[in-house]
């Protein structure tokens, strides 16, 4: 478990590929706000941690208190999945989607 708040803000831009600036927008906070959570070890609001949730599956308690997992066991809807994906693609280099894309597709032609 990590207890740090900066840790997992660290972890999240790790995983997803993205500065400062970019968490923030998903967010919907300021830069500053994501550098509070790095140097200071201020606590996101429930409101701003819902929205990463929302945005890309993180755990919005585990964004903020260190608690269970980084990706809850959700039961997602089928435009919630594709919403998803969407938005983990476009933090991905370009020179890799194509090869993402392909691999997506052949799991999904595994299931019909």
């Not at 906070?29 to 200071?40: D, M, T």
């Amino acid at each position: 478990m990590s207890n740090d708040i900066s840790d997992r803000v660290l972890i999240v831009k790790k995983a997803f590929n993205l500065s400062n600036v970019g968490l923030a927008e998903i967010m919907k906070v300021s830069k500053q706000a994501v550098g509070g959570w790095l140097n200071e070890g201020k606590t996101p609001s429930k409101e701003s941690a819902e929205k990463l949730e929302h945005s890309i599956g993180v755990s919005a308690v585990w964004f903020r208190r260190g608690v269970g997992l980084m990706y809850p066991n959700i039961d997602y809807t089928s435009e919630q999945i594709y919403e998803l994906m969407q938005r983990h693609l476009t933090q991905i280099p370009k020179t890799e989607t194509k090869d993402i894309a392909k691999k997506i597709i052949k799991l999904a032609l595994s299931y019909l």
